[in-house]
């Protein structure tokens, strides 16, 4: 079992909060229909911003719940039907779910510019620009694999408006295999791209991958330690000790942040220890909810 003791720490810095821009066009919900990794009754719609198109759904009703799937750089709504934890099916009588393809990814449907000045200021624009557009200002985030960097990030970006976050199986910079996100981005997602947009040049690619994963070789990626430490999020931790989601990474941010808890490792089997580690999200939701 993980010692979930936090290590003493000192707060630096503070937390930066931005305010989303007011998206320019608007599309029409539409029934998901066969659309996969979605329950039947989830709504599909589209938020468009200059050059940026960005494919979301939602189910349910009540306290908004933004939920990523995994994937890495792929991270799109058809990850769901594959997923550890179907977000949009296990909470869907809880929460109004919202999930959405990220930009570029293979397999969804939203696109725009490879941003390498500011990538994981890009996706947090989108995915605010999303709730913008949704109407949405406060909400819980639920983020599967690389939904860790991404909570990371909109905490930093915008922590007025998260109301409590759970990081499944972040992904996180491992000593032991330092360039593995980089690699992977490269041979994987890189060369998917490339055959669906031969405009976007390997150079411009490659400056990308080395921005989001060599720029700060550490902790998850997308925020700093000294970040961590300030942010008074609240937070739950489901480990997982892979390349990808290395355990190390969990551990920090159960430790650094001050306001995090994190669950036993591991925790996807048997079948009855998952349930309870699922239902022990749902309660961790609905406690801040009521709070």
């Known amino acids: 079992m993980i010692d979930s003791s936090r290590r003493t720490v000192l707060a630096n810095g503070a937390a930066a909060a931005a305010a989303s821009a007011v998206p320019q066009a608007f599309a029409q919900a539409q029934p998901a229909g066969a659309v996969p990794g979605l329950p039947a009754r989830a709504k599909v719609g589209f938020y468009e911003k200059g050059n940026v198109r960005i494919r979301y759904a ?32 296990e909470f869907k009588n809880d929460f109004r779910v919202i999930t959405m393809d990220q930009r570029n990814a293979t397999g969804g449907e939203s696109t725009g510019p490879v941003p390498s000045d500011d990538p994981w200021g890009a996706f947090a624009d989108d995915q605010l620009g999303v709730m913008d557009h949704l109407g949405i200002n406060k909400f819980f985030f639920f983020g599967n694999c690389i939904g860790g960097p991404f909570a990371m990030k909109l905490m930093e970006r915008a922590p007025q408006r998260v109301t409590a976050a759970i990081l499944s199986q972040p992904v996180g910079h491992s000593p032991a295999n330092p360039d593995y996100m980089y690699d992977a981005g490269k041979t994987g997602w890189a060369k998917e791209l490339r055959e669906r947009r031969p405009d976007v040049s390997m150079e411009t690619i490659e400056k990308y991958l080395h921005d989001l994963y060599r720029v700060r070789p550490d902790f998850v990626y997308s925020v700093s330690r000294d970040f961590a430490k300030s942010c008074q999020t609240s937070m739950l931790v489901l480990p997982d000790d892979v390349a990808a989601h290395p355990l190390v990474a969990s551990i920090d941010v159960a430790s650094l942040c001050p306001n995090a808890e994190i669950t036993v490792f591991p925790w996807k089997e048997p079948p009855e220890l998952k349930a309870r580690t699922i239902n022990r999200a749902r309660t961790f939701l609905k406690r801040h909810q009521t709070a």
């Open 58 to 89: 939602e189910i349910g009703s009540g306290f908004p719940l933004l939920a990523t799937p995994g994937g890495g750089l792929n991270s799109c709504i058809a990850v769901w039907a594959r997923a550890v934890i179907n977000i949009p099916e």
